[in-house]
């Protein structure tokens, strides 16, 4: 019998559009043989809708004629399956449109790959692919990965944190905290956003002012780090989880400007240059997979093998599942090597990493619902209750039956 993935994609975030292809392109490559796709397309108000057309990429062109072809649902859990109900419910008749036995969040940014989803998806208590509630925020946290993978002996830059309130309050006094401590250039980045939004590198004192400003758009905390000059970005996945992971191929993006912008690995067209090569899906093209890159990466042997161990180190160390992208940055000044982020639900799912190794996205896809369904059996296992007597002699005042 075949198993029944409801891809869920969109959401309310900044990279709502990017998901809506992440997540369509994972409902093309699943291998029809084995699984059963239920698209879940959630608006930028959370609102879930599914149907026939909410996996057909075209149709997003035009969200609200596709909405009004599709049915809005809530999960409800039902025994072993989450039930997609029809909303709102009709008095009569049979109100579950579908089911899922397992959810796959295709999800990127605030709001759901920060551990929202997986905590939504957990309550219900449904089987879903992926990073758990603590590993999704960790990694969407900058700073607090930061704090993580330094604590694991794992290199990453050092940075200063500036919160809105603090900074409204006395902007010069937090500018020279932030000159006291690096050095320019300096990258100002949102504190927990992904796709290069609300990134800009500032070379001194008013641009540095004009970068948080533009920073503080997206978030109430801002990153601060030093920005590296002569920069070489190499980007590898992981699959796994806690017990055993292993890294993809490595790539390095090729940017068009200082930093790699949204437009570069959104916008770009999927072009390649001389030498480069990208993955496609078969279905729906762009997203990351369409990001101009160097695949494998212009680095040596003994740099590759160190960027994937680190990989793995770190996706472990943040207590990862499933598959995610770990971003590293070489100065090439010192050929130093620094972890950069992780995205713990990259874009197109780093498919186009482990087609080089052989692992076509099918298989891939395969794996990770594997990772959760043996993450659910882990936890079946596990004790979540303790049967006590407690409330049988508990009085909280007042007479029985009383109303405050």
Not at 92 to 117: C, K
Not at 141 to 164: E, F, G, R, S, T
Not at 199 to 220: K, M, N, P, T, V
Not at 252 to 259: A, G, H, K, T
Request: glycine share 8%; proline share 3%; with cysteine.
């Amino acid at each position: 019998m075949k198993i029944k993935v409801g891809v869920m994609f969109g959401g309310m975030s900044v990279e709502h559009e990017v998901s809506v292809i992440t997540g369509i392109q994972a409902c093309y490559a699943f291998d029809r043989n084995k699984y059963e796709v239920v698209p879940i397309y959630i608006t930028k108000d959370n609102q879930m809708y599914t149907g026939e057309y909410a996996g057909v990429i075209e149709e997003y062109r035009n969200i609200p004629e596709l909405l009004k072809k599709s049915q809005r649902v809530i999960p409800v859990k039902e025994g072993n399956k989450l039930c997609l109900m029809k909303y709102p419910m009709k008095k009569f008749g049979n109100n579950v449109y579908d089911y899922i036995d397992v959810a796959f969040p295709a999800v990127h940014g605030t709001n759901v790959e920060d551990g929202t989803l997986a905590g939504y998806l957990h309550f219900l208590n449904v089987p879903y692919v992926g990073c758990d509630v603590l590993s999704s925020a960790v990694g969407m946290d900058k700073y607090v990965m930061k704090a993580v993978l330094k604590d694991h002996q794992i290199p990453v830059l050092d940075c200063v944190v500036l919160n809105i309130r603090e900074y409204n309050a006395d902007t010069e006094q937090h500018l020279a905290r932030v000159e006291a401590r690096l050095s320019y250039p300096v990258i100002v980045k949102p504190i927990n956003l992904g796709s290069s939004v609300g990134i800009r590198i500032a070379h001194d004192h008013d641009e540095l002012l004009d970068a948080l400003d533009y920073a503080f758009e997206f978030s109430s905390k801002v990153l601060v780090e030093k920005a590296i000059t002569n920069l070489k970005e190499i980007n590898c996945s992981v699959l796994g989880d806690y017990e055993s992971a292993e890294a993809s191929e490595c790539e390095e993006p090729v940017n068009s400007d200082e930093i790699l912008s949204y437009e570069d690995k959104y916008m770009s067209g999927g072009g390649s240059k001389s030498g480069s090569k990208t993955g496609s899906s078969g279905g729906a093209k762009g997203g990351m997979s369409s990001l101009k890159r160097k695949l494998p990466a212009e680095i040596n042997g003994e740099v590759r093998e160190l960027i994937r161990s680190m990989a793995v180190d770190a996706f472990k160390a943040l207590g990862c599942s499933g598959v995610a992208r770990i971003d590293f940055m070489i100065d090439q000044d010192n050929d130093q090597v620094y972890v950069n982020e992780i995205n713990t639900i990259p874009g197109s799912l780093s498919f186009y990493l482990w087609e080089p190794l052989g692992v076509p996205y099918s298989e891939l896809l395969d794996r990770m619902v594997r990772l959760a369904l043996k993450r659910e059996r882990e936890s079946e296992e596990l004790h979540f209750s303790f049967d006590t007597n407690l409330l049988a002699g508990v009085t909280l005042g007042g007479s029985k039956g009383s109303k405050r």
